[in-house]
């Protein structure tokens, strides 16, 4: 009796998040759309109108184990996609005004994709979604290598340019710390729902519906408050002089 | 072994982000002076080579780790004065003047440069570091840093004629 209390408790969460979800993407694709974010990023744009969609789709698909089944994990693949090509957009938009690091960063990150493919593929190599019991198994498998491989390339777009000092744009910045969150959690979600089975399924989409609307809850604050420049922040003419003779000096050595 | 290795990336990642978002809020880092007597001192091979010939080879090579430790600093000063110069650029890069725009366009590509010859002399001095014997070729930073000075200092005068009111650069 207890249990089955527990069940439908959790089943109500679950539901008022979905519900959450959808309002929230509804809001973001409005301040997308207002703010005419499609100019900038098209990719991201695209990305959430398709989530937005997709969540409808699966909501009113919900009752048909069937066609929810296909449309989630198709939609999850052609998300898993998207998020890659706004990973990619993320990184044009930095190294856009940066042309000096382009070219480094540029073979820097196809190195980044070559290593996390590998480790995708050991991931794949290791579990062998061929030799999962369940078509459910061998698609996390799958999910797993993909995440790997937009997490990796998320991490390495925050390293690199904290390494070179890059300053992001707050949209860019925002759009990155959103899917980074998702990202991350689904990553791991992902890979421990493929350890531990159908059984912790509820848990974990729990988890991933909290973790989606956090982002989207960045997204929505990081695009629609305007930039702020801090004009404190900015280097005095004294200051630079100092530092320019010490560079002077270094480079005469 | 795979599994827990993928647990670890994503935590990871989900640290870095909380540092990036952490690092965010906290500002950029105003420039920071730089003691030219001490830091003219610590990068003279003459004086390194001088130090070699009279002291026994251990005392040397602490002494080399704990100048390098120093210079590390001094390097790593430069390096965020050259983010805050291009974080400078990429705002001038705004302003409506065609001119000012490029003159900032110009010195965040040079302080870009900077930025990297940074990274290597970082890479060099931790080699020596490692291995105090060597001696490394001092990372060149980029004879174009006398042109990123007259170009930071022509967008100076651009913003003065133009009024915007940002802060003058170099």
Redesign the interface.
């Known amino acids: 009796m207890r249990l089955s209390a527990g069940i439908v408790a959790g089943a109500s969460v679950i539901h008022a998040l979905w519900i959450t979800s959808i309002c929230l993407q509804g809001l973001l694709g409005l301040v997308l759309l207002t703010k005419k974010s499609w100019e900038r990023f098209p990719l991201f744009t695209s990305y959430a109108l398709f989530n937005l969609l997709e969540m409808i789709a699966g909501y009113v698909a919900r009752t048909n184990p069937t066609i929810y089944f296909r449309l989630y994990w198709c939609g999850e693949a052609i998300s898993i996609l998207l998020g890659l090509a706004v990973v990619y957009e993320i990184f044009r938009t930095i190294f856009v005004q940066h042309p000096a690091l382009r070219r480094l960063a540029l073979f820097l990150f196809a190195l980044a994709i070559l290593g996390l493919l590998i480790v995708g593929g050991m991931v794949i190599w290791a579990k062998n979604p061929g030799d999962s019991k369940s078509m459910t198994s061998a698609i996390l498998v799958i999910a797993e290598a993909t995440r790997i491989l937009e997490v990796g390339l998320l991490m390495f777009l925050f390293i690199f340019s904290s390494a070179f000092g890059l300053h992001w744009r707050q949209s860019t910045f925002g759009i990155a710390m959103g899917l980074g969150i998702f990202t991350a959690v689904e990553l791991l979600s992902v890979t421990m729902q493929s350890e531990w089975g159908t059984a912790s399924v509820a848990v974990f989409n729990l988890i991933r519906m909290l973790a989606f609307n956090i982002s989207l809850l960045v997204w929505i604050a990081y695009i629609f408050l305007p930039e702020r420049v801090a004009e404190s922040d900015l280097p005095q003419r004294a200051q630079l002089e100092q530092w320019n003779q010490a560079v002077m000096e270094l480079i005469r050595q | 072994?795979?599994?827990l290795?993928?647990?670890a990336?994503?935590?990871?990642?989900?640290l870095?982000?909380y540092v990036?978002?952490h690092?965010?809020r906290r500002?950029?880092r105003?420039?920071?002076?730089?003691d030219?007597a001490a830091?003219?001192t610590l990068?003279?091979?003459g004086d390194e080579m001088f130090l070699r010939d009279r002291l026994p080879r251990s005392r040397f090579f602490r002494l080399k780790r704990e100048r390098i430790g120093v210079t590390l600093r001094?390097?790593s000063?430069?390096?965020?004065?050259?983010?805050?110069?291009?974080?400078?650029g990429?705002?001038a890069?705004l302003s409506s003047d065609p001119q000012v725009a490029l003159a900032a366009h110009q010195i965040?590509?040079l302080a870009?440069?900077?930025?990297?010859q940074c990274?290597v002399?970082f890479a060099k001095l931790s080699m020596e570091y490692a291995i105090p014997s060597l001696q490394l070729t001092?990372?060149?930073?980029?004879?174009q840093?006398?042109a990123l000075?007259e170009n930071?200092s022509r967008l100076?005068r651009l913003q003065v004629a133009d009024a915007t009111?940002?802060?003058?650069?170099?």
């Open positions: 072994m795979i599994t290795f993928v647990i990336l994503a935590l990871c990642a989900i870095l982000l990036a978002a690092s965010r500002g950029a105003a420039p920071r002076p730089v030219l830091f003219r990068t003279d091979r001094y390097v000063r430069i390096s965020a004065n050259a983010a805050a110069v291009m974080r400078l990429e705002n890069k965040t590509e870009t440069h900077i930025r990297i990274m002399a001092p990372a060149v930073l980029a004879p840093y006398q000075r930071v100076g009111q940002l802060p003058v650069a170099i």
